[in-house]
């Protein structure tokens, strides 16, 4: 069976989809495994990305320029510039995901690196939730494409930057 020919018949608008799309949220899903599974030692969830992100810091190891598009394009999707967006309140953000810091973050009033990107791995693992609960399946997942690049790209540059400081 082919999960995507069955996905293209099944469900509404899957067929619609552009094979880039459909590429990168494959992609997604891979990347976001391995990055659960080796850096965040298969807890998924904020706490752990927070700890991961600090110990990247007190190692002398935390860069924010591989994130630096990332970062710009999911503070611009979910503040614009006066107030939070609706998608920020779509990310359906727990009392766990430490709202408060992504807000911070989001709304420029920090300049912490740490929590500049922990905060946007934080809106990563929402993406995830979000898409792996069905959420996005709710209102049907075209449009997300720069979500998941931006995601792809984090993912890739995370595991990389973690994956080198511990060979370093």
């Not at 949220?25 to 807890?43: A, D, K, M, P, R």
């Not at 993406?127 to 993912?155: C, E, S, T």
């Amino acid at each position: 069976m082919n999960p995507l020919a069955w996905l293209e018949k099944s469900v509404p608008g899957f067929d619609l989809l552009s094979e880039q799309e459909k590429e990168t949220i494959t992609n997604f899903f891979l990347l976001w495994s391995l990055y659960e599974g080796t850096i965040l030692n298969t807890e998924g969830n904020a706490n752990a990305i927070i700890r991961a992100v600090t110990s990247l810091k007190n190692r002398g190891k935390l860069r924010l320029e591989p994130f630096g598009a990332a970062i710009e394009y999911f503070v611009q999707r979910y503040y614009d510039g006066t107030s939070l967006t609706y998608a920020f309140h779509e990310l359906h953000l727990r009392s766990n995901d430490h709202r408060e810091l992504v807000e911070r973050v989001v709304r420029h009033q920090s300049l912490d690196d740490a929590e500049i990107l922990s905060a946007v791995l934080i809106v990563v693992f929402r993406l995830r939730n979000n898409f792996f609960h069905g959420v996005k399946w709710v209102y049907g997942i075209k449009g997300q494409l720069d979500n998941f690049r931006y995601a792809n790209h984090r993912n890739a540059s995370n595991i990389k930057a973690v994956v080198g400081a511990r060979t370093a």
